[in-house]
Each structure stands twice: as structure tokens, then as C-alpha cells.
């Protein structure tokens, strides 16, 4: 370590001496430190001239960089660099590097678009975000809607037809589902009686005397039920009257009711209350036709599609 | 540490320049082999053609935007990573391995630092000429010559670190193509900051910091030391030998042989100071061992040379223990992988290694991933029957396009339904996306918890794929 001993280093003192023989040291800044704060001293200028800095009046100083974007409007604006106008801008760009495949959704036939893996696969991704936005609060994430309230769209039956036409039917001018309450027309036995009838017809256990009198009533005029159930009691989808003879339950939530007095009970209390709640929006006008079709693809591919 | 005369310790010490000698032997040698097998591999491994169908005609390219790594034959993808993790674990179990047997050979030999520094001195030694020139000419003052061989020196250097810059990003795009690319401004952005921290980066480390970068920064050269044992083979100097009673002495008349020497009781060290002159961290061996030293093997080649030229037996300085230069009776060094340690490290290095090899060589023509859709995780149909729904990805690692199909096994052919997509011919590198459902009356479905999809590429049954996948049903109520 011969050669470190050359090196002298004294320590340095501020110079002046108090009481004769009391110094100070002086410890100053490294010099690359120094001068590194000087570097973000000048960063800081350039940062200034290029973005938002200082507040000036009612506003601020808005600084040389500007971002251009389109608004929701189709105006283009010009702005100054901030994060809003910068995701707006981001926005655009994603927009246009989507725009090439709805152009060609837009031009597909809805059997062209799920037979493409590549237009399925932008299905998949883009139909489900759309879902996941307007759908999703009511049908569910999946599309298993909520036994009571909300139709699955993921089983085979439907209200309105499967078919791509009527989905894309009932997403563009909306659907409203009516039932009357048939507590008003009929006695509590009948309503049971048409409940067991009901029951019957999906082979849950029933009492057979009140079913064969539930089914006199069903097909009679007094109930009249296959006015809109049909004679068959398989529903009539024009008018979105569902299918009775089925295993599947939107409005009485029978699967998840234990015991068969239970299960008739809310198949009952339907026919008694009657719905007016099937309430489906529409959503030409909210969405673009676009992305209406990406939808009406999205959901025929989510299972039940027919 | 220097001490001034308030009691203060100073921290900051200045760099004392290092003029290395240049020497030959043994370890010379082998330094300077894998150098070359080192240079050839990193700057002309970008330049190798290998034709491909869909990629650059590159044998080598990291195909960052691309997600993929083309390596010869071999096609790496983001989900290989595995194999990125077997590599760094085998590179520090050989760490371990050899620096417990032979100290740190890495440092020594094969670091990117002693090689790139190797190269700088090798190119200092080019312009400016010997140890002796090059400290006459650090002391001179400024004149024409000082300039020009300097500075010359600091171009060359520049030049190199340059090359060694853009030999780098090389690996990343088309070499050929992002060559002009880049001296006519049209390359990428990372391209120019990556040259541009590399180029300033391999200057300041190998032509202004050398051995700093070793002594002060790298932590490897230091956790190295814990991996020393006392019968770990390092560069030593054998004291007992060189110092005897009387310690170190010149060569001069009446000490000129052995004998003579040995008589008088001066050791075999004639103080001629090459190994200190040779050091390319500049320190004394004689110290004994240090954490300074890189264990480069040169002042073995100096003390040789001298030993050689005076008659003297060689291996005054030699790769030897600790354990041994103390020993009653030294034996001839060896190594010592007799210890549960090294042979734990080398069976960690060996399973490892095989299986990395096995790895990849037993590697699939595609990726599979099958997804049961969980929202919801069963359906009850109209007539009863449960459906559960499956997304299958398939990403195609092959060369070519690949039609993929999917059948299943354990449950009814007929239950599986593949939708509007029956198969699904995928870009080699591309993933692609098939919607499976699959449908069981009510009794099979209660019977069926699990059941196979099974992925095939067409007109290559051998590389089918199968994977098990989950069947749920409403639990039955009452």
C-alpha cells in the first residue's frame, strides 16, 4: 500500500480559527455530486419548457408538446400534454388498429366470421370486453345469467330464438317480457292446481289428481295459458313465452328449491305474480352496428347458438 | 486506508495506472485460446446464415417483437422460460463447482472483463509498445507523439467497444440489414440506446476502470471467496521456497545456484519483480492470496520464465492449497473434489444439465393449454343434459403451417363438440384458439369427473398430445 501513502489528503477546515486553535472542518459536496445536481437543475428547465409546469392565472403554463386526438364527437382537438387528452389518443390509435377487423365484420356473414380462427379468436377477445360491459352486469361475466331475473345465454333454449338473426334482433330493439298475474282471474286451488300441471310437464314429482285439472285448466279458456305456452306447452317464441316442457327454469328457481312441495310452491308463486320484469334494452344506438354483430357472434358462440 | 494528519481517513483514492508486461507461457496461452474461441463466437455468431422458412436467414436472432428466440434449429418461446431458469442455475452450480476446486478460474479466463480488458491492453500494447514505453510515454509531457499514440489508442478503444456495441445488438434484427440500417439513422430507437450504453460502457470498463471494476463493483469476484476452501487450488506463491530463512535475493555472484543459495539460506526468489509487473490488477503475489487477485495464472508464466532462464525448477508460483504450502511435507497439487460439497455441486450440475438437454430435446411441434370456462361451469339443457365448455390454445412451435385436431377420450365421441371450428390451422409461432363443449346425460355426467382432450396434428399422430381435463355437474340435490 505503498503508493496510497503518497497520495496525501489533509483534511480541509473552513479556514477560520475561533480562540486561536478552534477550526471547523469543511466537508464539501463531492464533486460529481455537484454536479450531477446541476444536470437535474438543467433537466428540470428543459422538463418546463416541454410539459405542464407552473400554474399561470386561472390556468398553467402548458408547455411545447401537444397531443392531437379525436373526440367522441369526431372533432379533432389539440391540447396540451396531459394524461387525459393522452389516453384519448391512445384510444384512437387502438381504435384504428381495430378497425380493420371490424371492417371486415362489417363485410362477413355471420357463418363466414365463426367458421375464420382468426376473426373467432378477435371474437373471443373483443366480444368479450363488449359483454363485460354491457351485458355482464345482468347475464353474468359468462353469460350464465341469474335464475329469477336474468336469462343464461349459455344453455340451449331460448326466449326469442337462437338463430344469429334473433339474437341480433333482440340485442338491436331490446325485448320486454310479460306475464299476467293470474291471481287476479283465478282461485289460490286453481293456481295449484295449474302449478302441479306445470310440474308435471318437467317430470318433477306432482300430485296427479291437481295436475289433471291444471291441464284442463292450461288448455281452457278461463286460464288460457296456451295462448302464449302453446297447446304443447313448448312456449312460443315470438312472443318469448318459454318452453314449460324443458328442464331449464329462468323465472321459478326450482333447481336450487329442495323438496317437490317446494319446488310446485315457486312455480305458484310465478303464476299467481305474474312478470313484468324480463325487461331486455336496446341497444341500436348504444353500440355500434359493429359491434352489435361482434356481440351477436359472441353470444351465439357462448353455447347455445342454434 | 491513508491516514492524514487530522486522524481523517480519506475515501476516495486515486487510481494508480497499471502498466502490465506482456508474457508467455502455459496460461498465456490458454488465456489467449479462449479469447479467440470467445471473439469468433460473439462477433461473427450474428453473421452465420441458417435459412428458414418464415424468419431471417440468421442463425442466431432474438426475435424480441417476434417473442421468440431462434437459436440454430431451435425455436425458443416466451413459454420456454424454464429453460432460461435451468440455464442460469447450471452457470452458478459451474460457478460454485469450479471455484471450489480451482478458486476463480471464471474471473481469471472466461469473464467478459479480464477479456475485454485483455483486449485493451493487447491494443495499448499495439500502439504505445512495452511496459517500459508505455510508462516513459505516460510521463513525458504532451507533444506530438503523446497525442498521437494516445489518442490513437483511445480510438482504437472506441472503435472496439463500438464493434462490440453493435456486435450485440446484431443478435436482435437481421445483422446484415440493421447494419446499413443503423449508419443511415433508420434503425430502431432501443438499437441506438443500447449501442449507446454498451459502446461509452465497454470504454469506461475495460480501457479506464479495468481491475476497478473487478476490485470495487463486481460482486462475483467477492462471494467467490466464501467458496474457498483450505484445500482449494489458487495462485500461490511458495513462500517457504521463495523466502527460506534470509528472504528474497538478487541474483549476484556467489548466490547465482541453488546450492549456493540454499547454503546461505536465500530462498529461491531472486526479487526480479516480473510477477508484480505482469499483473494485470496489479498486486504482489508474494503478498499471499488476496481478494484483489483474479487468479489469471501470468505471474506463474513470469516466475516460470525466470525460473526456466536462471535453472531454477519452475512453480515457485503455482496453482496450489493453502492446505498443501502449509503441510509438513508439501506434496505434488491436486485437485481435491473428494469433499461432499464438490460432488454435491457436480451431481446438481450433471441432473440439471441432463434434464435441460432432455428438455429440450424431447420439446412438443406445439404448446397446448386447455381452459375449462368457469362462468359458468356447467349448463343444464333443455332435455337434462349438463355441458361443461373448454377453450383449447394451441400455439404451433413448428416451422411450418400445422391443421390441428381435437378428439377425446372417456367419454362419448358424439359428446364432444368442436362448434363452427372443427380443426384449426395455426402459423408456425402463432396461437389459435378452438372452442370445445361437451355434453353427458345426466347419469354419465354424475359418473364423469375427468376425462381426456386430446390435440393432434395432422398427418403426425405420434406427436398427438393429451391432456386431463375436469367434467362438473350440479351436485345432486336431496
Given at each position: 500500500?505503498?503508493?496510497?501513502?503518497?497520495?496525501?489528503?489533509?483534511?480541509?477546515?473552513?479556514?477560520?480559527?475561533?480562540?486561536?486553535?478552534?477550526?471547523?472542518?469543511?466537508?464539501?459536496?463531492?464533486?460529481?455530486?455537484?454536479?450531477?445536481?446541476?444536470?437535474?437543475?438543467?433537466?428540470?428547465?428543459?422538463?418546463?419548457?416541454?410539459?405542464?409546469?407552473?400554474?399561470?392565472?386561472?390556468?398553467?403554463?402548458?408547455?411545447?408538446?401537444?397531443?392531437?386526438?379525436?373526440?367522441?364527437?369526431?372533432?379533432?382537438?389539440?391540447?396540451?400534454?396531459?394524461?387525459?387528452?393522452?389516453?384519448?389518443?391512445?384510444?384512437?390509435?387502438?381504435?384504428?388498429?381495430?378497425?380493420?377487423?371490424?371492417?371486415?365484420?362489417?363485410?362477413?356473414?355471420?357463418?363466414?366470421?365463426?367458421?375464420?380462427?382468426?376473426?373467432?379468436?378477435?371474437?373471443?377477445?373483443?366480444?368479450?370486453?363488449?359483454?363485460?360491459?354491457?351485458?355482464?352486469?345482468?347475464?353474468?361475466?359468462?353469460?350464465?345469467?341469474?335464475?329469477?331475473?336474468?336469462?343464461?345465454?349459455?344453455?340451449?333454449?331460448?326466449?326469442?330464438?337462437?338463430?344469429?338473426?334473433?339474437?341480433?334482433?333482440?340485442?338491436?330493439?331490446?325485448?320486454?317480457?310479460?306475464?299476467?298475474?293470474?291471481?287476479?282471474?283465478?282461485?289460490?286451488?286453481?293456481?295449484?292446481?295449474?302449478?302441479?300441471?306445470?310440474?308435471?310437464?318437467?317430470?318433477?314429482?306432482?300430485?296427479?289428481?291437481?295436475?289433471?285439472?291444471?291441464?284442463?285448466?292450461?288448455?281452457?279458456?278461463?286460464?288460457?295459458?296456451?295462448?302464449?305456452?302453446?297447446?304443447?306447452?313448448?312456449?312460443?317464441?315470438?312472443?318469448?313465452?318459454?318452453?314449460?316442457?324443458?328442464?331449464?327454469?329462468?323465472?321459478?328457481?326450482?333447481?336450487?328449491?329442495?323438496?317437490?312441495?317446494?319446488?310446485?310452491?315457486?312455480?305458484?308463486?310465478?303464476?299467481?305474480?305474474?312478470?313484468?320484469?324480463?325487461?331486455?334494452?336496446?341497444?341500436?344506438?348504444?353500440?355500434?352496428?359493429?359491434?352489435?354483430?361482434?356481440?351477436?357472434?359472441?353470444?351465439?358462440?357462448?353455447?347455445?347458438?342454434? | 486506508?491513508?491516514?492524514?494528519?487530522?486522524?481523517?481517513?480519506?475515501?476516495?483514492?486515486?487510481?494508480?495506472?497499471?502498466?502490465?508486461?506482456?508474457?508467455?507461457?502455459?496460461?498465456?496461452?490458454?488465456?489467449?485460446?479462449?479469447?479467440?474461441?470467445?471473439?469468433?463466437?460473439?462477433?461473427?455468431?450474428?453473421?452465420?446464415?441458417?435459412?428458414?422458412?418464415?424468419?431471417?436467414?440468421?442463425?442466431?436472432?432474438?426475435?424480441?417483437?417476434?417473442?421468440?428466440?431462434?437459436?440454430?434449429?431451435?425455436?425458443?418461446?416466451?413459454?420456454?422460460?424454464?429453460?432460461?431458469?435451468?440455464?442460469?442455475?447450471?452457470?452458478?452450480?459451474?460457478?460454485?463447482?469450479?471455484?471450489?476446486?480451482?478458486?476463480?478460474?471464471?474471473?481469471?479466463?472466461?469473464?467478459?472483463?479480464?477479456?475485454?480488458?485483455?483486449?485493451?491492453?493487447?491494443?495499448?500494447?499495439?500502439?504505445?509498445?512495452?511496459?517500459?514505453?508505455?510508462?516513459?510515454?505516460?510521463?513525458?509531457?504532451?507533444?506530438?507523439?503523446?497525442?498521437?499514440?494516445?489518442?490513437?489508442?483511445?480510438?482504437?478503444?472506441?472503435?472496439?467497444?463500438?464493434?462490440?456495441?453493435?456486435?450485440?445488438?446484431?443478435?436482435?434484427?437481421?445483422?446484415?440489414?440493421?447494419?446499413?440500417?443503423?449508419?443511415?439513422?433508420?434503425?430502431?430507437?432501443?438499437?441506438?440506446?443500447?449501442?449507446?450504453?454498451?459502446?461509452?460502457?465497454?470504454?469506461?470498463?475495460?480501457?479506464?476502470?479495468?481491475?476497478?471494476?473487478?476490485?470495487?463493483?463486481?460482486?462475483?469476484?467477492?462471494?467467490?471467496?466464501?467458496?474457498?476452501?483450505?484445500?482449494?487450488?489458487?495462485?500461490?506463491?511458495?513462500?517457504?521456497?521463495?523466502?527460506?530463512?534470509?528472504?528474497?535475493?538478487?541474483?549476484?555472484?556467489?548466490?547465482?545456484?541453488?546450492?549456493?543459495?540454499?547454503?546461505?539460506?536465500?530462498?529461491?526468489?531472486?526479487?526480479?519483480?516480473?510477477?508484480?509487473?505482469?499483473?494485470?490488477?496489479?498486486?504482489?503475489?508474494?503478498?499471499?492470496?488476496?481478494?484483489?487477485?483474479?487468479?489469471?495464472?501470468?505471474?506463474?508464466?513470469?516466475?516460470?520464465?525466470?525460473?526456466?532462464?536462471?535453472?531454477?525448477?519452475?512453480?515457485?508460483?503455482?496453482?496450489?492449497?493453502?492446505?498443501?504450502?502449509?503441510?509438513?511435507?508439501?506434496?505434488?497439487?491436486?485437485?481435491?473434489?473428494?469433499?461432499?460439497?464438490?460432488?454435491?455441486?457436480?451431481?446438481?450440475?450433471?441432473?440439471?444439465?441432463?434434464?435441460?438437454?432432455?428438455?429440450?430435446?424431447?420439446r412438443g411441434s406445439f404448446?397446448r393449454?386447455?381452459?375449462?370456462?368457469?362462468?359458468?361451469?356447467?349448463?343444464?339443457?333443455?332435455?337434462?343434459?349438463?355441458?361443461?365448455?373448454?377453450?383449447?390454445?394451441i400455439?404451433n412451435k413448428s416451422a411450418q403451417n400445422q391443421t390441428y385436431q381435437?378428439s377425446?377420450?372417456?367419454?362419448?365421441?358424439?359428446?364432444?363438440?368442436?362448434?363452427?371450428?372443427?380443426e384449426?390451422t395455426i402459423?408456425?409461432?402463432?396461437?389459435?384458439?378452438?372452442?370445445?363443449?361437451?355434453?353427458?346425460?345426466?347419469?354419465?355426467?354424475?359418473?364423469?369427473?375427468?376425462?381426456?382432450?386430446l390435440v393432434t396434428p395432422q398427418g403426425k399422430p405420434a406427436d398427438a398430445r393429451?391432456?386431463?381435463?375436469?367434467?362438473?355437474?350440479?351436485?345432486?340435490?336431496?
Amino acid at each position: 500500500m505503498s503508493e496510497q501513502k503518497s497520495q496525501s489528503q489533509t483534511a480541509q477546515t473552513t479556514g477560520h480559527a475561533w480562540d486561536g486553535d478552534l477550526e471547523e472542518y469543511n466537508n464539501p459536496l463531492p464533486t460529481w455530486w455537484v454536479y450531477t445536481f446541476y444536470a437535474t437543475v438543467v433537466f428540470a428547465i428543459v422538463y418546463w419548457t416541454i410539459y405542464p409546469s407552473w400554474p399561470f392565472g386561472k390556468g398553467w403554463i402548458g408547455g411545447a408538446s401537444s397531443i392531437t386526438y379525436v373526440n367522441s364527437e369526431g372533432e379533432t382537438k389539440t391540447h396540451s400534454w396531459n394524461t387525459r387528452a393522452l389516453y384519448l389518443e391512445d384510444m384512437n390509435q387502438a381504435a384504428a388498429a381495430q378497425k380493420p377487423y371490424f371492417d371486415k365484420i362489417s363485410a362477413m356473414s355471420y357463418e363466414q366470421i365463426a367458421k375464420d380462427p382468426d376473426m373467432n379468436g378477435f371474437i373471443i377477445s373483443a366480444g368479450k370486453a363488449i359483454f363485460a360491459d354491457s351485458c355482464a352486469p345482468c347475464h353474468q361475466s359468462g353469460g350464465q345469467g341469474v335464475v329469477g331475473f336474468f336469462p343464461n345465454l349459455t344453455d340451449d333454449d331460448w326466449l326469442y330464438g337462437g338463430s344469429y338473426d334473433k339474437i341480433h334482433e333482440t340485442l338491436v330493439g331490446g325485448r320486454r317480457g310479460y306475464m299476467p298475474a293470474f291471481s287476479e282471474v283465478l282461485g289460490g286451488e286453481q293456481i295449484d292446481q295449474l302449478a302441479n300441471y306445470v310440474a308435471s310437464l318437467s317430470g318433477i314429482g306432482h300430485d296427479a289428481a291437481k295436475a289433471k285439472a291444471g291441464n284442463a285448466l292450461f288448455h281452457g279458456e278461463a286460464a288460457a295459458c296456451f295462448y302464449c305456452h302453446n297447446a304443447d306447452a313448448k312456449g312460443r317464441k315470438d312472443v318469448g313465452a318459454p318452453n314449460l316442457t324443458d328442464s331449464i327454469w329462468l323465472w321459478a328457481n326450482v333447481p336450487a328449491t329442495a323438496g317437490n312441495e317446494g319446488k310446485v310452491a315457486a312455480i305458484r308463486g310465478v303464476i299467481a305474480n305474474g312478470l313484468n320484469k324480463g325487461v331486455m334494452p336496446a341497444w341500436a344506438g348504444r353500440l355500434s352496428p359493429e359491434q352489435i354483430k361482434v356481440l351477436t357472434v359472441y353470444v351465439h358462440e357462448l353455447g347455445g347458438g342454434q | 486506508m491513508q491516514t492524514d494528519s487530522a486522524g481523517q481517513t480519506g475515501l476516495y483514492q486515486k487510481r494508480i495506472p497499471i502498466f502490465t508486461r506482456s508474457v508467455k507461457g502455459r496460461f498465456r496461452r490458454f488465456k489467449t485460446s479462449v479469447l479467440v474461441l470467445a471473439y469468433t463466437v460473439y462477433f461473427l455468431l450474428p453473421w452465420l446464415p441458417w435459412s428458414r422458412l418464415d424468419a431471417p436467414a440468421q442463425a442466431v436472432l432474438f426475435d424480441i417483437p417476434g417473442r421468440k428466440f431462434l437459436i440454430f434449429g431451435l425455436t425458443v418461446y416466451p413459454q420456454d422460460v424454464i429453460w432460461l431458469a435451468l440455464l442460469l442455475f447450471i452457470a452458478a452450480i459451474l460457478l460454485f463447482f469450479v471455484t471450489g476446486l480451482v478458486g476463480r478460474a471464471f474471473c481469471g479466463y472466461f469473464c467478459f472483463q479480464t477479456l475485454w480488458t485483455d483486449l485493451f491492453i493487447w491494443i495499448e500494447h499495439f500502439v504505445q509498445g512495452e511496459r517500459p514505453a508505455r510508462i516513459r510515454l505516460s510521463r513525458q509531457p504532451w507533444n506530438r507523439e503523446k497525442i498521437l499514440k494516445i489518442g490513437g489508442t483511445h480510438a482504437l478503444w472506441l472503435l472496439a467497444a463500438l464493434w462490440t456495441g453493435l456486435s450485440f445488438i446484431f443478435y436482435f434484427s437481421y445483422a446484415p440489414q440493421l447494419l446499413v440500417d443503423f449508419f443511415t439513422g433508420q434503425a430502431a430507437l432501443a438499437a441506438y440506446i443500447t449501442v449507446g450504453i454498451i459502446t461509452p460502457s465497454t470504454y469506461a470498463a475495460a480501457g479506464l476502470m479495468r481491475e476497478q471494476v473487478c476490485t470495487y463493483i463486481c460482486p462475483y469476484g467477492r462471494f467467490q471467496s466464501v467458496m474457498y476452501e483450505p484445500n482449494t487450488l489458487a495462485v500461490h506463491y511458495d513462500s517457504r521456497r521463495g523466502e527460506s530463512a534470509l528472504g528474497r535475493a538478487p541474483v549476484r555472484a556467489g548466490q547465482r545456484s541453488l546450492a549456493e543459495r540454499h547454503e546461505q539460506g536465500f530462498g529461491d526468489c531472486v526479487d526480479c519483480g516480473l510477477c508484480v509487473q505482469v499483473c494485470p490488477v496489479g498486486i504482489d503475489i508474494r503478498d499471499g492470496l488476496q481478494y484483489k487477485c483474479i487468479s489469471c495464472g501470468l505471474c506463474i508464466d513470469a516466475c516460470n520464465t525466470i525460473m526456466d532462464s536462471f535453472g531454477f525448477p519452475q512453480g515457485l508460483i503455482r496453482y496450489d492449497s493453502e492446505q498443501n504450502l502449509a503441510a509438513e511435507k508439501p506434496t505434488a497439487p491436486k485437485l481435491q473434489w473428494k469433499s461432499l460439497k464438490t460432488i454435491g455441486y457436480g451431481a446438481a450440475l450433471l441432473l440439471m444439465s441432463t434434464y435441460l438437454v432432455y428438455s429440450i430435446s424431447t420439446r412438443g411441434s406445439f404448446d397446448r393449454v386447455v381452459n375449462q370456462i368457469r362462468q359458468p361451469l356447467y349448463v343444464v339443457l333443455s332435455n337434462g343434459d349438463i355441458r361443461n365448455r373448454y377453450q383449447i390454445h394451441i400455439t404451433n412451435k413448428s416451422a411450418q403451417n400445422q391443421t390441428y385436431q381435437v378428439s377425446s377420450t372417456g367419454i362419448p365421441a358424439e359428446a364432444l363438440d368442436l362448434g363452427s371450428l372443427h380443426e384449426i390451422t395455426i402459423r408456425p409461432g402463432h396461437s389459435g384458439l378452438l372452442q370445445a363443449s361437451v355434453r353427458l346425460p345426466p347419469e354419465l355426467a354424475a359418473k364423469t369427473h375427468h376425462f381426456e382432450l386430446l390435440v393432434t396434428p395432422q398427418g403426425k399422430p405420434a406427436d398427438a398430445r393429451s391432456e386431463t381435463v375436469r367434467f362438473d355437474s350440479p351436485r345432486q340435490a336431496e
